[in-house]
């Protein structure tokens, strides 16, 4: 899969853009404060179901109105067989490709989170959704 590859903000740049402090965040994602303070420093990264939440957050924070008519499968034109198999088409969640697995348009399916991570990070629909609020989802 060619194309740009799209950089994943960092926790503390996620953080300020969704105007929370690192207490309100910690809360948010259930983890410590200190697991915050420590991403931020760099002494840590974050892990999969913290990144996939960062992310989640992000996301609806940029593009919360958009979000219902966005729909990967018609963006990535998807042949009706895929669509069928693909989970994230039956349940109607066009923007959640990056984030449910069982999605059909890149196979072999990823192995991990690490592995799908970079897949997305090189689709379309995924830096779409990265994109800060003044740019259009749809």
Known sequence: MAGIHVDIPDIR??????????????TYLGISVR???SCEEGWRLPGPAVLKSLL?????????????????WSQKKCPAAMREKCLVHR???????WFLTGN????????????KLTRCQRCKV???LLQPKSHSVT
């Open 35 to 37: 697991s915050i303070q």
């Open 91 to 97: 349940s109607g969640q066009g923007y959640l490709c």
């Open 13 to 26: 740049s996620i953080r300020t853009e969704l105007r929370l402090s690192q207490a309100e965040l910690a």
């Open 56 to 72: 989640l957050l992000l996301i609806i924070h940029r593009h919360h109105a958009g979000l219902k008519d966005m729909t990967c």
């Open 126 to 128: 995924f830096q779409r």
């Open 104 to 115: 059909q348009c890149e196979l072999p399916t990823s192995r991990n989170w690490s592995e």
